[in-house]
């Protein structure tokens, strides 16, 4: 039994959530191409994102994020990751749903923190409290995230595998996204 993808999934959430790790699982479970939209944006500036951030700000940030979201749901069906705060836009969120499907991997706080807390690649958290910013993050965007056209719920003893499994299973609910092929 295959399984044929009909339209770009979109993976958003937290940071730490767990979009790319899954994203390539998915992939590759699915056979289709693994995209990500900050690794794009990285190599179309020849920067990191927290230098975007530092140099350029967040708002020219964004304007480019959304270009890229727009470039790749037009060029490639697949799995598309995306940056955290990518679906907070209402711009990217119709045209995701449009092109495609948003699937919100939910992920709770205390997990979120256990992954992001030992890296120094999160711009937003480069504060004096990265754990009360996450706090805070995640209590803004969470009304957003549940917007998303599904969402599976993260779990901490769930593998990369495990995850991608679940997003399959969650996806297979939308014929219009993904079949069942014999």
């Given at each position: 039994?295959?399984l044929?993808?009909?339209?770009?999934?979109?993976?958003?959430?937290?940071?730490?959530a767990?979009?790319?790790?899954?994203?390539?699982?998915?992939?590759?479970?699915?056979?289709?191409?693994?995209?990500?939209?900050?690794?794009?944006?990285?190599?179309?500036?020849n920067?990191?994102?927290?230098?975007?951030?530092?140099?350029?700000g967040?708002?020219?940030?964004?304007?480019?994020?959304?270009?890229i979201?727009?470039r790749?749901l037009?060029?490639?069906?697949?799995?598309l990751?995306?940056?955290?705060?990518?679906?907070?836009?209402?711009?990217?969120?119709?045209?995701?749903?449009?092109?495609?499907?948003?699937?919100w991997?939910?992920?709770?706080?205390?997990?979120?923190?256990?992954r992001?807390?030992?890296?120094?690649?999160?711009?937003?958290?480069?504060?004096?409290?990265?754990?009360?910013t996450?706090?805070?993050?995640f209590?803004?965007?969470?009304?957003?995230?549940?917007?998303s056209?599904?969402?599976?719920?993260?779990?901490?003893?769930y593998?990369?595998?495990?995850?991608?499994?679940?997003?399959?299973t969650?996806?297979?609910?939308?014929?219009?996204?993904?079949e069942k092929?014999p």
């Amino acid at each position: 039994m295959g399984l044929l993808l009909k339209k770009t999934v979109v993976l958003v959430g937290m940071m730490g959530a767990g979009k790319t790790a899954v994203g390539r699982a998915l992939a590759q479970r699915l056979g289709v191409p693994f995209l990500d939209s900050d690794a794009e944006i990285v190599k179309a500036a020849n920067m990191s994102i927290a230098e975007i951030f530092a140099r350029d700000g967040e708002p020219f940030f964004r304007s480019k994020e959304t270009q890229i979201i727009e470039r790749l749901l037009d060029e490639e069906r697949g799995i598309l990751s995306t940056g955290g705060g990518a679906y907070l836009s209402d711009t990217n969120r119709a045209m995701i749903s449009e092109k495609g499907v948003a699937v919100w991997l939910d992920a709770d706080l205390d997990l979120l923190w256990n992954r992001v807390r030992h890296k120094d690649t999160r711009p937003l958290l480069r504060t004096s409290n990265p754990k009360a910013t996450l706090t805070e993050i995640f209590d803004a965007r969470v009304p957003v995230y549940e917007l998303s056209d599904l969402s599976v719920k993260a779990d901490p003893r769930y593998s990369i595998d495990d995850m991608a499994e679940r997003v399959v299973t969650a996806l297979l609910s939308r014929p219009d996204v993904l079949e069942k092929t014999p």
